[in-house]
């Protein structure tokens, strides 16, 4: 779910799944979903972050069988080159977007992130964020030279110290994070986390466990309505994954690997 806010007259944000539905097609590439939150003005920011993530999803379909968390740091560095190039065209100099890029497989989740879009992870009563900020509020805080409180208020919350588009060489983050029945994800941009706590979040989670909120896309709309409704603003948007089986989902690779041995 993506909104542009209440004080913006377009939306900067872009988001997409590659959710494979064919037993065959998902032992070979699990389930990818994508976030970015872009910058540079009208134009510039929504091309940025449509760039971003479109060029993740096609890498990360495109590649050699292989463990997603081994394909998505290639596939975000593909991404910000993507970006990076776009940027040197005239009136897009200097855009750039966040990305995050979640892909499921196994009982693992693996994260790629560059920027201050979060994913966090909801379990039980607990919501965990799962990537760190880069900003320099978040370095800061990282240091213990703020506390929460101050960070929630500092003037340079919004200045970035990594994004897609700045560096063609950009130091991708990898986050890989065990997951199980019962467990949510949720991926969002600062408008959404800005104003919506940890203990809403985990709410939504909870619901969703419950049944009180019947699907993930219920949840991830309940989210940036909240966000939106409290006068977010920056535009708005959240990835919601629900995980409703205790079954593994298969590794890249892993059914044409058994096939190959089971050969004579």
């Not at 990898?174 to 991926?187: G, I, K, W, Y």
């Amino acid at each position: 779910m993506s909104d542009p806010g209440p004080f913006r007259d377009h939306n900067e944000d872009f988001v997409a799944a590659r959710v494979l539905t064919t037993p065959d097609d998902s032992w070979d590439r699990g389930p990818l979903l994508a976030l970015a939150d872009g910058m540079g003005g009208h134009a510039a920011g929504e091309v940025a972050s449509r760039l971003a993530v479109e060029a993740l999803v096609a890498t990360y379909a495109e590649a050699s069988p292989g463990a997603p968390h081994q394909l998505l740091k290639p596939a975000a560095r593909a991404a910000n080159l993507a970006v990076v190039d776009a940027s040197m065209e005239p009136g897009r100099r200097g855009m750039g977007t966040t990305l995050l890029g979640l892909a499921l497989a196994g009982t693992e989740a693996a994260i790629a992130h560059v920027g201050d879009s979060r994913a966090y992870l909801v379990r039980g009563e607990t919501c965990t964020q799962l990537t760190n900020d880069h900003s320099r509020v978040g370095e800061m805080l990282r240091m213990r030279m703020i506390t929460a409180e101050q960070a929630a208020n500092h003037p340079a919350r919004s200045q970035l110290t990594r994004s897609l588009g700045a560096d063609p060489f950009v130091q991708v983050d990898l986050v890989r994070q065990p997951v199980s029945q019962h467990d949510t994800l949720v991926l969002c941009t600062d408008g959404l986390w800005d104003v919506v706590s940890r203990p809403e979040i985990a709410e939504t989670g909870m619901g969703l466990s419950s049944g009180a909120i019947p699907t993930a896309v219920e949840a991830a709309d309940r989210l940036v309505r909240l966000a939106v409704d409290r006068g977010s603003t920056d535009n708005v948007s959240a990835v919601v994954v629900h995980l409703t089986s205790d079954q593994p989902i298969p590794p890249a690779g892993g059914r044409r690997f058994r096939l190959r041995r089971s050969r004579p």
